[in-house]
């Protein structure tokens, strides 16, 4: 199957199966209009009040008669609704809602729901409630209705969990499947825990953005809110997730000593060390965004008292109307406008005079070094911003330039013979430009094999899938899968790559390269461990 995120497409449509045939149910239905109620929004009100109603019968399990339901609308509309119906149009009206648009006469109610795995469309019932007979005083016949399964889940997906509880319990559920071994089901759960993550720090950024624009906008009560929520996430999530995380890894090392290749697992081991893969690199990456998550947490923090604080100061300035304050008593009493420097003196702040202290002609006198412009004359500064973001965004272009070269020569490398050292690229004779795309600088350099090393396995393919079932940010800094992806995107004779494996070598053996210049222009001798570095085609 191409998207693996469409799996199970079809348990998705039946909650929404769910809403939608109990949305054309109760739509244009005339009869509404003979009770008064004639907007849409107060129809489906009433109708989740009813299956409420019937739910709350049914757990108690007490009889729901159609009297029953009868009173309970009549009840709601003296209290809340107030259309003028009387008690036996109340009792039709509800013999309306259950009869009609929740059981459609009798009629059987369909939603297809397209399965992408058989490719075909996958026809599922929907029932609301049920009947059955009841004897009431042990003689009276009447007929009680009951909420099915389907009832219960429309109700159930309506009340939303408490947002302080969404992560502990996707957590919950996520640690359960793994200790299942349902891989194929923990990869949807950790994607829903790493959604919940991201969704936190888009919390956080947009308060701090709220907060820089006028921070009286923000109450109190919402950055308490926003406090705990981070609290709750990052209380102890960060150290199970690495718990998870090397439990996996442990998985995926069993797996793969199973058979020294690959190759030789059946297609269900095979299926499930890609499944565990993945939630490796969706564990890596919920790590990372919970770091984010604590840094804004303090970031927050310090910006809030700082902008309370910068306003408490502003309430120290005292205020006042000119025109009550000066206009109207100069126009009471002209004479006053010879006394008026009084009133403005203090605008302009005038510095006390100066007078002589005796004690500066013993101090021990030091050289002043002064700068001629400020010796001799004045500097004028002209500060254009467009033309520094577009010196900003000139040197982005061309830092990224260097990180896509040096990342290219290694993939050339690797790609030429399948793999290869690091040792044996230092040992090649390159010329002056090959080792200057190699090595464009130290800091470079070293930075993406500091990240080759910690991702030890790159697998392309998934990355791409990632990367279409997600919209992510474009990012200045430099991102080891972004410039992987989009070196592949962008040169042809990198497509054939499905991925690599990058781990050091244990030989006590170093590699080499003499002459290499860093950012400050100096020339360095770098020695590194010895790192293989193979390409998977």
């Not at 058989?118 to 009276?140: F, G, K, P, S, T």
């Not at 919390?203 to 006028?214: H, L």
């Not at 005079?353 to 400020?374: G, H, L, T, V, W």
């Amino acid at each position: 199957m191409q998207y693996e995120f469409l799996k199970q497409f079809p348990r998705r449509m039946k909650n929404v199966g769910l809403f939608a045939v109990l949305t054309a149910q109760g739509i244009q239905k005339t009869t509404w209009k003979q009770y008064g109620f004639a907007r849409f929004d107060e129809q489906m009100n009433l109708i989740m009040a009813v299956l409420l109603y019937i739910m709350e019968q049914s757990l108690k399990e007490e009889n729901c008669t159609m009297d029953d339901i009868g009173a309970y609308i009549d009840s709601l509309n003296a209290q809340h609704f107030g259309k003028p119906v009387s008690y036996e149009e109340c009792r039709n009206l509800g013999d309306f809602i259950v009869n009609v648009v929740l059981s459609n006469e009798g009629r059987a109610m369909y939603f297809d729901g397209y399965d992408f795995e058989r490719n075909a469309y996958q026809i599922m019932h929907i029932h609301y409630v049920a009947n059955r007979v009841v004897y009431l005083d042990q003689e009276v016949k009447r007929t009680s209705y009951y909420l099915t399964d389907d009832g219960y889940g429309l109700l159930l997906s309506t009340l939303e969990i408490e947002s302080n509880l969404k992560l502990t319990i996707h957590e919950m559920i996520f640690q359960l499947h793994l200790e299942k071994q349902s891989y194929d089901k923990a990869v949807d759960d950790i994607k829903n825990v790493f959604n919940l993550l991201r969704i936190q720090m888009q919390k956080i950024q947009e308060a701090m953005g709220r907060i820089r624009r006028n921070a009286l906008d923000y109450s109190v009560k919402d950055y308490e809110a926003i406090l705990l929520e981070n609290l709750e996430t990052i209380s102890d999530t960060g150290r199970k997730f690495q718990d998870y995380r090397d439990m996996v890894k442990k998985r995926v090392k069993e797996l793969e000593e199973q058979n020294i290749n690959v190759k030789r697992l059946d297609p269900e081991d095979v299926e499930k060390l890609g499944h565990l893969r993945v939630i490796e690199t969706y564990l890596g990456r919920a790590i990372d965004e919970h770091q984010r998550i604590l840094g804004g947490h303090f970031d927050l923090k310090s910006l809030y008292t700082r902008e309370l604080e910068a306003l408490s100061q502003m309430s120290f300035i005292k205020r006042f109307p000119l025109r009550t304050a000066l206009y109207d008593k100069v126009l009471k009493k002209p004479s006053s406008l010879e006394e008026l420097d009084y009133f403005l003196r203090p605008l302009f702040g005038r510095e006390p005079d100066k007078s002589y202290n005796p004690n500066q002609a013993f101090r021990f006198q030091r050289m002043s070094r002064r700068r001629e412009a400020d010796e001799y004359g004045e500097e004028a500064l002209d500060f254009d911003e467009g033309t520094w973001r577009a010196e900003q965004e000139r040197r982005r272009r061309e830092k990224r330039l260097k990180y896509e070269g040096c990342l290219a020569c290694l993939l050339d490398f690797a790609m030429e013979k399948g793999g290869g050292s690091l040792k044996e690229l230092a040992e090649r004779p390159l010329s002056g430009e090959e080792r200057r795309r190699l090595i464009p600088s130290v800091e470079i350099f070293k930075e993406i094999m500091v990240e080759l090393i910690k991702s030890q396995r790159i697998d392309l393919e998934a990355l791409r899938r990632e990367k279409s079932e997600f919209i992510q940010e474009a990012s200045h800094e430099f991102q080891l899968n972004e410039m992987l992806l989009s070196l592949t995107e962008k040169n042809a004779r990198f497509e054939p790559l499905k991925g690599l494996v990058v781990y050091r070598m244990e030989d006590e053996e170093c590699a080499v390269f003499d002459g290499a210049q860093d950012e400050a222009g100096g020339r360095k001798r770098i020695r590194c461990s010895n790192v293989w570095i193979e390409a998977l085609l």
